[in-house]
């Protein structure tokens, strides 16, 4: 595991900075701050986008700094070529640019930055991830997509209901789609099983088109997932747990997150109320739908969706639909967190910080909007 541990350069404040240091306490991270002003960061490098998690502790959870998110595309293009493109990587580089400054200016004092699917099957990953050190003095690690599961999954878990045995997780990326099961055991669950399929919204975009998809097209994008499915479902015997009312789910992805959005007829996307918002498989089916039925336009000028995820969405919602047609539970719940989460709760309990991780920002739809019933809007 790559973990990166910043020393801030006080030479050119001489005796100044001398001085305040005779003053501190020498800690068991020698002389810093107060333990709570820790700063910790984390990059999760995907298929389709770059996103930076800032954050220092917080009770037994901690407070996000601040956040950067990039669509790059690291992932154009490689399902033909098997190589990650010059231009993919340039702007990748330009945005990991920026992170890194962020990084510096809030004086970060350990960050984990990972690579997932694009990376683990690119033939030039390794040489990709020099780069990226030598230009922007981040360390990079591909990780393994059982690792992957792993973070997602830890950093989720504080969404989970500990009144069900079981649960079932899953992280709709780019390239990939991780799905976990998991039994409680005491106050916490242990992972049993993860499945990685090597399909996310980027590849099967890429396959079936983004703008206009046939029903006939959509179908077949269901039935690729689902064919997936079947022995991991066998092997953990997940149905008989459904039947048993033993399962809960939870999805965190970019699809699960704005379909939530679509379902509160959001004007803006506000994670304090998708974040932990419980929807059943009607809600989620007549979002999908409602996009689905959509074409690019019609889906890009939603307000809460736009050019970016428009492309994207529809590819995630056919593989929603295969895992909630193998797996009826009924109920989803939503998250809006995952990997850097799951990593910055990883670096905060190696420095001894008791974190569990925070609940949810959605307060169970308090003071959420009436679904399909806002002024002005018809759905």
């Known amino acids: 595991m790559s973990i990166t541990t910043y020393t801030k350069n006080n030479s050119k404040h001489g005796a100044k900075i001398s001085k305040d240091v005779i003053r501190r306490k020498r800690g068991k991270y020698g002389f810093l701050r107060k333990q709570e002003l820790r700063m910790y960061g984390a990059i999760d490098l995907g298929t389709n986008n770059c996103r930076l998690l800032i954050a220092r502790p917080t009770g037994h959870g901690f407070k996000v700094v601040t956040s950067f998110s990039r669509i790059v595309r690291l992932g154009e293009g490689l399902s033909e070529s098997r190589s990650l493109s010059a231009k ?11 992170c890194s400054e962020k990084l510096k200016s809030l004086d970060v004092v350990k960050t984990r930055n990972i690579a997932t699917e694009a990376c683990r099957r690119a033939s030039n990953c390794s040489e ?12 990079f690690e591909a990780i393994t997509s059982n690792e992957e599961a792993r973070l997602a999954f830890r950093g989720c878990q504080p969404l989970l209901n500990l009144e069900q045995p079981h649960a079932l997780v899953f992280d709709i990326g780019g390239g990939s789609t991780e799905v976990i099961w998991a039994k409680i055991n005491a106050e916490n669950y242990d992972i049993l099983d993860v499945l990685s399929l090597q399909v996310g919204v980027v590849t ?9 998809i046939s029903n006939d097209s959509y179908r077949n994008m269901v039935n690729e997932i689902s064919g997936q499915l079947t022995s991991f479902c066998s092997r953990n015997r997940i149905k008989q747990n459904i039947v048993e009312n033993n399962v809960q789910m ?18 803006h996307y506000d994670r304090s109320l998708i974040d932990g918002l419980d929807l059943t498989f009607e809600e989620l089916n007549y979002a999908s739908q409602k996009l689905i039925s959509l074409d690019f336009q019609g889906r890009s000028g939603m307000s809460c969706i736009g050019n970016e995820r428009a492309e994207l969405v529809v590819p995630g919602c056919a593989i929603l639909d295969a895992i909630c047609h193998a797996w009826p539970v009924g109920r989803l719940r939503v998250a809006d967190r995952g990997l850097r989460e799951g990593m910055l709760l990883g670096l905060m309990a190696e420095d001894g910080v008791p974190v569990k991780g925070n609940p949810a920002a959605n307060s169970q739809q308090k003071n959420a909007p009436t679904p399909h019933k806002k002024a002005g809007t018809t759905v």
Do not use: C, D, P, Q
Not at 128 to 139: D, P, Q, S
């Open 250 to 267: 939870l999805g965190t992805s970019g699809t699960v997150t704005t379909l939530g959005a679509v379902h509160l007829n959001l004007n």
């Open 128 to 139: 990709f991830l020099a780069r990226i050190e030598k230009e922007t003095g981040l360390a």
């Open 88 to 98: 993919a990587m340039e702007r990748t580089i330009s945005a990991l640019a920026i």
């Open 204 to 212: 099967l975009a890429e396959e079936y088109g983004t703008n206009e």
